[in-house]
């Protein structure tokens, strides 16, 4: 006689957690292309083919902005005279950064770089579907991970595209100045 099986339940990853995810990471990414493109063609728009040992040092630092986002603004504050620490959105900015290395970097759990911020996520109990929410942040790091529902994710994407907008502003601003 043939045993049923049970139906499996669980096993799968949550679908709609992963394109969350995928969603503030990509985000992010272009967020980061997006300030760097932006002071590139404000700032470094030259033609230095006549010079081509400054085209070498301008070309490598603009490539080290790939993966430095304090060497971005720190270029900001040295060719634009912006300091983007300065912007209003600049909080929601660092908590999409944090977000998105917890994601990326934790296995989407919490960190303290994450907790630091001033609009980090804290679980309610019903994120925890009835449970008790763990007590304090040192409970959280490295131990659970952060709900990212569909309002967090897009939240954060529309913070990132409102920082994006006052970076523009910024950079038109000064230049007209």
Same mark, same amino acid.
């Given at each position: 006689?043939?045993?049923?099986?049970?139906?499996?339940?669980?096993?799968?990853?949550?679908?709609?957690? !992963?394109?969350? #995810? =995928?969603? *503030?990471?990509?985000?992010?990414?272009?967020?980061? @292309?997006?300030?760097?493109?932006?002071?590139?063609?404000?700032?470094?728009?030259?033609? +230095?083919?006549?010079?081509?040992?400054?085209?070498?040092? *301008? /070309?490598? %630092? #603009?490539?080290? $902005?790939?993966?430095?986002?304090?060497?971005?603004?720190?270029?900001?504050? @040295?060719?634009?005279?912006?300091?983007?620490?300065?912007?209003?959105? $600049?909080?929601?900015?660092?908590?999409?950064?944090? +977000?998105?290395?917890?994601?990326?970097?934790?296995?989407?759990?919490? !960190?303290?770089?994450? +907790? %630091?911020?001033?609009?980090?996520?804290?679980?309610?109990? /019903? %994120?925890?579907?009835?449970?008790?929410?763990?007590?304090? /942040?040192? =409970?959280?790091? @490295?131990?659970?991970?952060?709900?990212?529902?569909?309002?967090?994710? %897009?939240?954060?994407?529309?913070?990132?595209? !409102? =920082? =994006?907008?006052?970076?523009?502003?910024? #950079?038109?601003?000064?230049?007209? @100045?």
């Amino acid at each position: 006689m043939r045993q049923r099986r049970a139906p499996r339940r669980g096993g799968f990853a949550d679908f709609g957690r !992963t394109i969350r #995810v =995928a969603a *503030v990471v990509f985000a992010w990414a272009i967020f980061q @292309d997006y300030l760097a493109h932006e002071l590139k063609r404000s700032y470094l728009s030259f033609n +230095l083919s006549q010079y081509p040992a400054l085209a070498v040092l *301008v /070309d490598e %630092d #603009v490539r080290s $902005w790939d993966r430095r986002f304090e060497q971005i603004k720190k270029r900001y504050k @040295d060719f634009a005279g912006i300091a983007l620490s300065k912007l209003p959105s $600049w909080p929601q900015v660092l908590h999409a950064q944090q +977000l998105r290395h917890a994601l990326v970097h934790n296995q989407g759990q919490y !960190t303290k770089a994450y +907790l %630091d911020t001033d609009l980090a996520y804290r679980p309610t109990e /019903d %994120d925890h579907y009835g449970f008790m929410a763990p007590g304090g /942040d040192a =409970a959280l790091i @490295d131990h659970e991970v952060i709900p990212l529902s569909l309002e967090l994710a %897009d939240s954060v994407l529309a913070q990132l595209l !409102t =920082a =994006a907008t006052e970076v523009r502003d910024a #950079v038109d601003k000064a230049r007209s @100045d």
